[in-house]
């Protein structure tokens, strides 16, 4: 039997996993929606896997997992590694391209920056308290035109005069895309206009001070839309790769980390069949009424987290 | 008859210093201290429902904080003046709470040139006319030391507490606090300072040679209170992090001489003075970098004009000397599941830069 080792990535859209042998080939790889389900979507998704996966020649022994929802995630498929998705991104990508000196990351909510050198991250950038010009405002911009968000990249591309769309602010951004909407300009500018907006919002937040060199690596479900993987390049004025494996780097760098990792745990898919369900607690010790999450498998109480000192540990 | 007179004096929560306001009230000024209720949620949730949207977290936790201190009995508030916006928030909390129909008296601060002998003097009749102001003089000074033992602990506490196996630095630090917040007397003090040194420097660490070692750096309120940065050095020292921070009222009002003659120290740097605590952070923060730290940490609340202002140097600082800087931004935020995911990579970041280069 030759080892294999699984990588779970668990965002708040989207939901990617992949297994993969010693030399990190792919071996399964899948990519579904979250749907505000993630205990459904994981079980979901290693359904599909394990229909893509030969048994009889490889077995998991070791799972990584990763995502916003790493915690819940890793409790339930008994993860040798837990890592946070930033770490994981940068792993998976400085393992494909150890030159990369820039990743460009845009998810459902998050956008991030990492700088690389010597294919080890030395500084990044996440957003913080604002969620503008990540996939959420594309996905809700593309309804507003009746398209769907996976058109959008080749409408842009078809637009010669881009539209002027104010990218400081998604709410400001909207508001300006009404307007020109309403004063006449052709759905392929104005789409041109809100890729542009994304990259321009990006590089003027996130990537704010930030020394942007050559070779950059775009990634994270933005980077799927060609006109804003072109929208960057114009910007950069240098070339921007995306990996056609780029929405399943997070979930790859922690199966890497997890074949890195010293701890060894045999997976197999029976965790499909178990009833997981969670419970909030409030804490009453104090005002603070920490909020309590507690996980079960079946009847028996498997983790809990949230409270903030010890007098929380009652609760459960 | 006499319980009645004192005055019942309140000062907000403010990290872990209103142990040395109450030694000073109760022991300098003759009056009854209450002691607000520790930071929690309700006190956010109350200070932001009557603030105003756009003033900054210190002010929304601050209010809250005084309207816990009301509840809790005090009759009087005392607001402190400041550089920034702070030097109006005295009378904007007095005008909001007296909206919210609270009664008490208000010290602002703010109103009075604390600089001066003779103003101070004037605070002092103002709070209690029959104080003597010899024996005054000589508690206040006890409870500056209390304030200067409390830095100087803190400060060793979260250096070291990452590499205790033995949980016996948060024991050691705990008793101090509550020795501080008990303390009656000179001897109290100084029997508490005693028995958590002793008790720190007996506990044998678990330290690397090199530890990774980082510098935190921020805005007044944020970086130094517990609550409001969702204990971010517990966290960072959880990871078995040095945490160092210059930032506390010993080095910036008791040792520290003004900023006479700090800016020249950064005048390559940043040639104007640009706020309260900005020429202090950007020298603290080179000087970090100097030293070979692994990383630094900005905090601020949303919104903090003066610190904004900080972060362009910063930048300059982590590309002149190579050293990552995250930028913290918090807002009325209590959930810390965000915080948690940027400081796990900021580590794992760090880690791996110490192994490569």
Request: aromatic share 8%; hydrophobic share 40%; charged share 25%.
């Amino acid at each position: 039997m030759e080892h294999a080792y699984l990588g779970v990535d668990v965002g708040s859209i989207s939901t990617k996993g992949v297994i993969i042998d010693r030399e990190n080939n792919l071996l399964a790889s899948q990519y579904i929606w979250t749907q505000g389900n993630p205990i459904g979507a994981v079980k979901e998704l290693l359904g599909l896997l394990e229909g893509q996966f030969d048994k009889t020649k490889y077995k998991i022994v070791a799972t990584g997992a990763t995502g916003s929802a790493r915690k819940l995630v890793g409790t339930i498929l008994g993860a040798t590694m837990v890592k946070n998705e930033i770490t994981a991104h940068a792993v998976g990508t400085t393992t494909f391209y150890p030159d990369v000196r820039t990743i460009l990351e845009i998810g459902g909510q998050d956008s991030k920056i990492i700088l690389v050198e010597n294919a080890v991250a030395v500084d990044y950038a996440m957003n913080t308290l604002c969620a503008a010009g990540t996939g959420a405002f594309l996905s809700s911009q593309a309804k507003r035109l009746g398209i769907e968000v996976e058109e959008i990249g080749d409408y842009a591309l078809r637009s010669t005069h881009p539209t002027q769309i104010a990218a400081r602010c998604t709410v400001f951004a909207e508001s300006d895309l009404v307007h020109k909407i309403q004063m006449g300009h052709p759905r392929e500018d104005i789409i041109a206009g809100v890729c542009n907006a994304v990259a321009a919002n990006y590089l003027s937040n996130v990537g704010k001070g930030k020394k942007i060199l050559s070779p950059v690596v775009f990634q994270g479900g933005v980077s799927k839309n060609k006109g804003v993987v072109a929208a960057f390049e114009r910007a950069l004025g240098c070339k921007v790769i995306v990996d056609p494996n780029g929405h399943l780097m997070g979930a790859l760098g922690v199966a890497i980390l997890a074949k890195k990792g010293s701890k060894r745990q045999e997976f197999d898919f029976s965790v499909e069949n178990m009833d997981f369900r969670t419970r909030e607690a409030s804490c009453g010790q104090c005002s603070n009424h920490c909020e309590i999450i507690c996980v079960y498998r079946g009847d028996e109480l498997i983790d809990a987290w949230g409270n903030r000192c010890e007098r929380g540990e009652r609760v459960h | 008859m006499a319980e009645r007179a004192l005055r019942k004096l309140s000062f907000p929560r403010y990290a872990e210093y209103n142990c040395a306001l109450k030694y000073i009230t109760e022991q300098a000024l003759g009056c009854k201290y209450v002691m607000p209720p520790v930071l929690t949620r309700r006190t956010m949730e109350l200070g932001a429902k009557h603030s105003p949207e756009f003033v900054c977290t210190p002010f929304k936790t601050v209010l809250g904080s005084m309207i816990e201190a009301l509840e809790a009995g005090a009759d009087t508030l005392l607001m402190t003046h400041g550089l920034c916006r702070l030097g109006y928030y005295g009378e904007l909390s007095d005008q909001i709470l007296r909206d919210l129909g609270y009664q008490f008296e208000f010290i602002n601060l703010a109103e009075y040139d604390m600089s001066r002998k003779k103003e101070l003097l004037r605070v002092i009749r103002r709070i209690n006319p029959k104080v003597n102001p010899a024996r005054c003089l000589a508690q206040f000074m006890e409870g500056l030391r209390m304030v200067e033992y409390l830095d100087e602990v803190t400060a060793e506490y979260y250096k070291g507490r990452g590499f205790d196996p033995t949980g016996g630095y948060d024991r050691a630090y705990r008793d101090f606090l509550t020795a501080m917040f008990t303390a009656r007397g000179r001897a109290d003090v100084e029997q508490g300072y005693r028995a958590v040194k002793s008790a720190l420097g007996s506990i044998p660490l678990d330290k690397p040679a090199q530890p990774l070692r980082v510098g935190i750096v921020g805005e007044f309120y944020t970086v130094m209170d517990a609550f409001s940065n969702l204990e971010i050095e517990q966290k960072l020292s959880d990871m078995r992090l040095e945490v160092h921070r210059w930032m506390n009222v010993t080095n910036q009002f008791l040792h520290y001489n003004g900023q006479r003659n700090m800016h020249i120290k950064i005048a390559d740097l940043c040639a104007y003075e640009m706020g309260p605590t900005a020429t202090a952070n950007i020298w603290y923060a080179r000087e970090c970098a100097e030293r070979g730290f692994d990383g630094l940490i900005h905090i601020k609340s949303a919104s903090c004009t003066p610190e904004i202002d900080v972060m362009p140097v910063l930048q300059n600082i982590s590309t002149d000397y190579k050293i990552p800087v995250l930028y913290l931004t918090y807002d009325a935020q209590t959930s810390d599941v965000g915080l948690q995911t940027r400081l796990e990579a900021f580590y794992d970041m760090i880690a791996m830069r110490k192994k490569v280069f």
